[in-house]
């Protein structure tokens, strides 16, 4: 058993080290860098802070630390007196369905059990097991009850593994100190027996699938020193009983869907280290008593509902606070000046809150601070006073990540800022009201990786500080004004892999060592090179540069001899119209889309998004794109309309035409649906406007079509269900469909909670899902999409009426797809889009739609799977499937076994998302990060199974 709280004051905690980086984009775990740069829809780097697993990783090195010496100094004896042990492991062993390690290879009656791997036993009691640790086996199966007959079992470790089921009844296990299970995919509720281990003193339960509330009776663990929940379906509030626990160090229940208010009772514990409540849905205040722990140095609330303002005398107390994580909420008011006084605080995270007024100069009495965290706020800096932030914070010389993105500074960059530590390796101003020309000594700061200047109005040549930061991978100054040609001693920075330097001024040639490059709006000039960057176009944009020629075709691009001194000047003066047509266009958009069915005769094209330059279409134009509206051209039909694929001549491009039907009821606000959803967002999973058209036909009728990029490879439906003429069914391999449904989880995620006013698009499904020539999936078809009015109440499940401000516009969704709780409400929720993905995912795994004959009476695809899950996930996927993770089985034993895992951890996702209770489900956030998890392994063995 490890130490009591006596033993672990808080100047005696070891916590690791997060000086450490990783390159932008990659994908971080546990031992994820205080700094990443990350790319959003448009490309955007941002500076944030450690993720929940980073954060959960300094933790858990405080479990190692209390829980090696309970599992170390367990003996092993080869007596092997007492059978009743013996046969349970046994019964253990039996239901294992897999031991790809070979792990219970020595379990055998040949062998005494006390010499079986991973068990120990008493040497005070002859063939009792004391021990029992399998962690890391990659074992699969259910956990046999018959565990709960080792009575004097201490420790059971099993983390780290694939075990499905329920928890085993373990309420007999009285001397149970250590019941370690987290990261497998256990499902069901935490049992109230469990509460009969009056000696557990360790309780890790993170990284599975477990629902319902943590058992009230929780405070009849009066031993417990660590308690781990995170990252589960955890639902209910945070029980008030767990004040009994006298002796608590630490408490994670992050990413869970708890709810209510913190309970002032959680901060009575003398000796607390660590609070991490992260990623739930809980309101309220931070009770005082949690910021009068003397021994906290870890508290972590963020993406939470949590509001009001930040006391005064945050900083006065706990004193011993090291990393504090209050970023995602609804703080309101200013950042307290006491603050400066935690000295020992190295992570401050105050990001996504509404937090106003100056930036404390306090702050910079923090000497081990190295992530400050303070961007998406409303803080204001105008003066010199004001600005004085930056002058004191130079005092902070182990400052690694300074990001103050979008807020409310205006003015210069003072020039204190090439002040900064020298470790230095994240800076974020972007999209804030910057102005004048940016200081050379910003040169001096060295170790910069990233730089995120974009959006403000900065203006000069950035030529005399740039070379000299030599560390950079990622600079991004688009949106400025930025003048003079780009130096060429960017060529010189090897290690620069991403360049944004969109809607500036510059001229001159372009540099070719990237791996991503945003020149659009600018004035270069010249043949594009077809190396480097240039061999492949995707990471590539260059419109609106009229003297740029050559280079792949797929830019297209004139060729060089073609590009007159003349076009050259109208290309100029095309750059100044441009914005200005676009401006008023966007102004009209609504205005004309409303007015058509009242004005039939007043035709207009109004343009959403100008990045090929498109002309001016009439009904004529599309007609002639379509060849009519040829049967040929038909892609598919709608509930309000026809999508045809057709080539705009002037354009020279082929488009996807979406024509509604007027004729239809509620077509109209359909159309205008559509267009007031569609003008306001843009992510790279989301299929964007190109054109919209309301004119008249030939006849004189009123004619209302959007344009949009042409999707090469159809929709999802078409490749799940649709064989090709000719040719045999479409072949989606898992790797694909993860990849499909991550690309659309992820744009989801963007609707729901990445926006001020959230969107529920109601009708999620195969054929909404459009893909490109590379396979990634768009979003697409918005017209029955929801904006809802409070961004920030969505993920508890706020609900608005399923109608526009018009009215209205009929049954929302598809049937198969809607979620159940739609009959009772009628009313649009995140939550709806939830179960619609959860059936979507379970529709790309086992290639049957919804509404397949095979799901009649009281069987439908959710209980289908449900009933199959796990054992026999191999046998219902789709059959196109099958032959491909037999092929992984086949090659070895370890990698049929993530392949299994993998199909299992999305089977868990999916009827996660479509749980009967809207509550229950899991957020869009969650969904992306355990799709991510499950391609990650997948990936990597995948190619290890290939290379054998």
């Known amino acids: 058993m490890g130490p009591q709280p006596a033993a672990h004051p808080a100047s005696n905690l070891t916590l690791p080290s997060s000086h450490t980086t990783a390159k932008p984009g990659e994908t971080m775990h546990q031992e994820r860098p205080p700094f990443c740069a990350i790319r959003t829809s448009k490309g955007n780097e941002g500076l944030v802070s450690p993720n929940r697993p980073a954060r959960r990783a300094m933790i858990l090195l405080l479990a190692l630390l209390l829980i090696s010496d309970g599992v170390g100094t367990a003996h092993c004896s080869t007596v092997s007196g007492n059978s009743t042990d013996m046969l349970s492991l046994l019964d253990f062993k039996r239901d294992i369905t897999n031991d790809p390690r070979q792990a219970l290879g020595s379990w055998n009656a040949s062998i005494p059990h006390c010499e079986w791997k991973g068990v120990n036993c008493s040497l005070t009691h002859p063939g009792r097991v004391t021990v029992l640790n ?16 080792l009575t004097f079992l201490e420790t059971l470790d099993l983390s780290t593994n694939s075990f499905t089921g329920e928890l085993p009844p373990l309420g007999r296990l009285h001397r149970l100190q250590q019941l370690l299970l987290s990261k497998n995919s256990l499902q069901g509720i ?16 993170y990284g599975n699938f477990l629902t319902g509330e943590i058992p009230l009776s929780i405070g009849l663990l009066s031993n417990l020193l660590w308690l781990q929940l995170s990252e589960n379906n955890i639902t209910g509030t945070i029980p008030p009983s767990l004040k009994n626990i006298s002796q608590l160090e630490a408490i994670d229940l992050a990413d869970n869907q708890l709810m209510g208010s913190i309970p002032h009772e959680i901060g009575q514990f003398p000796s607390m280290m660590g609070l991490v409540l992260g990623g739930n849905m809980l309101s309220g205040r931070i009770p005082t ?28 107390t706990p004193p011993s606070l090291t990393l504090l994580y209050l970023d995602y909420n609804m ?29 404390p100069s306090s702050l910079g009495r923090l000497g081990m601070l190295n992530n400050l965290n303070l961007q998406n706020n409303k803080l204001e800096a105008k003066d010199i006073q004001s600005w004085e932030f930056i002058d004191t914070l130079s005092n902070c010389r182990s400052l690694q990540v300074l990001a103050l993105g979008k807020n409310q500074l205006k003015g210069a960059i003072p020039s204190s800022i090439g002040n900064l530590s020298s470790k230095l390796q994240g800076l974020g101003l972007d999209a804030n009201d910057l102005s004048g020309t940016i200081p050379t000594n910003i040169g001096n700061l060295s170790g910069l990786t990233t730089l995120a200047l974009r959006e403000n109005k900065l203006h000069g040549s950035i030529e005399g500080w740039v070379r000299n930061l030599r560390n950079l991978t990622v600079l991004a100054l688009d949106g400025n004004n930025f003048t003079g040609p780009i130096p060429t001693s960017i060529s010189n920075l090897a290690r620069l892999k991403k360049l944004y330097l969109a809607n500036n001024e510059f001229e001159g040639p372009i540099l070719k060592f990237l791996n991503y490059l945003h020149l659009f709006y600018n004035y270069i000039h010249g043949e594009i090179p077809r190396n480097g960057v240039f061999e492949n176009v995707t990471p590539v944009s260059l419109d ?13 691009m004139p060729t060089c001899s073609a590009i007159s001194q003349k076009k050259g000047r109208l290309y100029y003066l095309v750059r100044v119209l441009i914005p200005v047509v676009s401006f008023i266009s966007l102004v009209l958009l609504i205005y004309f889309a409303r007015l058509g069915a009242k004005t039939p005769r007043r035709a207009s094209l109004l343009l959403l998004y100008s990045g090929n ?5 009439s009904y004529r134009d599309i007609a002639q794109a379509t060849q009519s509206f040829s049967e040929s051209n038909l892609v598919g039909r709608g509930s309000y309309g026809s999508v045809y694929r057709g080539k705009l001549t002037q354009a020279k491009i082929q488009v996807a035409i979406k024509v509604f039907d007027l004729d239809v009821r509620y077509a109209d606000k359909s159309f205008i649906s559509e267009c007031e959803v569609l003008r306001s967002i843009r992510h790279r999973n989301l299929v964007s406007i190109l054109t919209a058209c309301s004119t008249i036909d030939n006849d004189g009728n009123a004619f209302k079509a959007l344009i949009y990029e042409f999707m090469p490879n159809g929709n999802l439906d078409t490749w799940l269900h649709t064989k090709s003429a000719g040719e045999g069914p479409r072949i989606l391999s898992l790797g694909q469909r993860i990849s499909i449904a991550i690309n659309i989880a992820d744009a989801l995620a963007y609707l729901h909670h990445d926006i001020t006013r959230s969107i529920v698009h109601c009708d999620l499904k195969p054929s909404n899902i459009l893909l490109d020539t590379d396979m990634n999936a768009y979003l697409g078809d918005f017209g029955i999409a929801n904006l809802v009015r409070n961004s920030k109440s969505t993920s508890v499940g ?17 049937i198969g797809y809607i979620a159940p709780e739609y009959a009772q409400t009628g009313q649009a929720s995140t939550f709806w889009d939830v179960y619609s993905f959860g059936v979507v995912l379970l529709e790309m795994l086992i290639g049957k739609r919804p509404t397949d004959p095979m799901f009649d009476n009281e069987l439908n695809i959710v209980n289908f799977v449900e009933r199959n899950s796990p054992d026999q996930i191999l046998h219902i996927i789709d059959d196109r499937l099958q032959e491909e993770c037999k092929g992984f089985i086949r090659a070895t034993a370890e990698a049929g076994n993530v392949v299994y895992q993998c199909l299992v951890s999305l089977v868990q996702v999916a009827l996660s998302c479509t749980r009967l209770f809207p509550r229950e489900r899991m957020n869009m956030r969650k969904v992306a990060m355990k799709l991510q998890a499950a391609r990650t392994s997948y990936i990597c063995w995948s190619k290890q199974a290939r290379a054998s």
């Open 134 to 149: 399998l962690t890391e086996q990659g074992l699969s199966g259910s956990i046999s009850p018959s565990l709960g007959n």
């Open 798 to 814: 706020h609900s608005s009426s399923a109608s526009t401000s018009d009215g209205s516009i009929g049954l929302k969704g598809t």
């Open 544 to 556: 609106g540069n009229w003297e740029l020629c050559g280079g792949a075709v797929d830019l297209r």
């Open 613 to 617: 330059h498109f002309p001016r279409l």
């Open 190 to 205: 935490i049992p109230a027996t469990l509460t009969n281990c009056s000696n557990l003193s360790y309780l890790d339960l």
């Open 331 to 359: 703080f309101e008011g200013y950042i307290p000046a006491s603050l400066g006084n935690t000295s020992g605080l190295s992570v401050l995270d105050l990001s996504y809150n509404k937090l106003t007024g100056q930036v």
């Open 289 to 316: 008593t949690v910021l009068n722990q003397s021994y906290l140095q870890i508290l972590d609330l963020s993406t939470n509902m949590i509001g009001s303002t930040l006391p005064s005398d945050f900083g006065d």
